[in-house]
C-alpha cells in the first residue's frame, strides 16, 4: 500500500486548518486517494495470470530464436509451467503460446508490449518476469546473438538495466553474457552451467550489482536500492510462484550484503 496520498494529505490538512484534526482528515482523505490509485493501477494491469499468455509466447520466441528449440528449452519450459502451479486451461494456453511465438512470423514487439503493459511501470514485477524466463534463456548455454537480442530488448521495454539482469542471473546461478562476446560491456561474464551453484559459489557483489572497488556506501545504498525492488511484501495479488521468486531473491541480497559486510567489517 502506497503512503504518498496519506502523506500529502496530511501536510495539506496542517497547512490548510492549522489544527492536528487537520491532519487527520488529510490523513483519511490520502488513504482513499491511495487506495483508488492503487486499484486502478491493478485494472490497468490486468488479472494476476494476464501476463501468462505474452509471457510463453515470447519464451517460445527465444527457444527458437537460434534456429531451433531445444530439449532442454521444452523441459525448461514444462517446469516453469510445473512451477507455477498452472491448472489445466492455463496449461493448455501456456502450451498453445509458446508453440505461436515458435512460428517465424509471431509477434514478438507485440509480447514484449504486453509484458510492459502488464507490470504497469511496476519495477518488481518486471524483475519477477525476467526471473520467469532465465532457465528458458539459458537451457542451452551463453546467449546467441538473435537470444541476447530479445533478452535485451524486453530488458529495455521494462526499463530494467543490463547491470540489474547482471545481478538477476547471478542470483539464478547464471553468468550474464553472450556466446562470442555479445555483451555490450563489463557484464559479459564467462557462462556457468545451468546447474546451480552452491551459496558461495555466487559471486555477492554481482548479486549486488557492483564492483568490488565500491565504497561501503555504495554498497549500502545498493543493498537498499535492491531490497525496495524486490520485498515481497510489495507484490500484491500475483501467483504463488511469484511471490516465492521474490523470496528467494531477498534472501540472496540479504545473503550477499552480509556476506559483504562480514568481509569489510561494516557495521
Not at 490538512?13 to 488513504?31: E, M, Q, S, T
Amino acid at each position: 500500500m502506497s503512503f504518498v496520498g496519506k502523506l500529502a494529505g496530511a501536510i495539506l490538512g496542517l497547512w490548510l486548518f492549522r489544527h492536528p484534526l487537520g491532519v487527520v482528515v488529510g490523513i483519511i482523505l490520502g488513504h482513499l486517494w491511495d487506495v483508488s490509485a492503487e486499484r486502478m493501477q491493478q485494472s490497468m494491469r490486468g488479472p494476476p495470470r494476464a501476463f501468462i499468455a505474452p509471457l510463453f509466447g515470447l519464451a517460445g520466441a527465444i527457444a527458437k530464436s537460434d534456429g531451433r528449440v531445444s530439449e532442454q528449452e521444452i523441459a525448461a519450459a514444462e517446469n516453469l509451467m510445473a512451477r507455477m502451479q498452472l491448472d489445466p486451461a492455463q496449461r493448455a494456453e501456456a502450451i498453445a503460446r509458446f508453440s505461436a511465438g515458435k512460428l517465424e512470423n509471431f509477434p514478438a514487439q507485440l509480447a514484449i508490449a504486453d509484458l510492459k503493459a502488464w507490470c504497469g511501470g511496476r519495477r518488481d514485477l518486471a524483475f519477477l518476469l525476467l526471473d520467469l524466463l532465465l532457465d528458458i534463456v539459458y537451457a542451452e548455454g551463453p546467449l546467441v546473438g538473435a537470444k541476447f537480442a530479445l533478452v535485451r530488448q524486453l530488458c529495455w521495454s521494462l526499463g530494467v538495466h543490463e547491470r540489474e539482469l547482471a545481478a538477476l542471473a547471478a542470483m539464478r546461478g547464471y553468468a550474464y553474457g553472450a556466446a562470442g562476446g555479445g555483451a555490450s560491456h563489463e557484464y559479459a561474464h564467462e557462462y556457468a552451467r545451468t546447474q546451480r551453484p552452491e551459496r558461495a559459489a555466487v559471486d555477492a557483489y554481482t548479486v549486488l550489482g557492483l564492483e568490488r572497488s565500491a565504497s561501503d556506501a555504495e554498497v549500502k545504498r545498493a543493498y537498499r536500492k535492491l531490497m525496495s525492488q524486490h520485498h515481497p511484501d510489495k507484490l500484491g495479488d500475483v501467483p504463488a510462484e511469484l511471490k516465492r521468486r521474490a523470496e528467494d531473491r531477498a534472501r540472496e541480497i540479504n545473503a550477499a550484503y552480509e556476506k559483504i559486510r562480514v568481509e569489510r567489517g561494516m557495521t
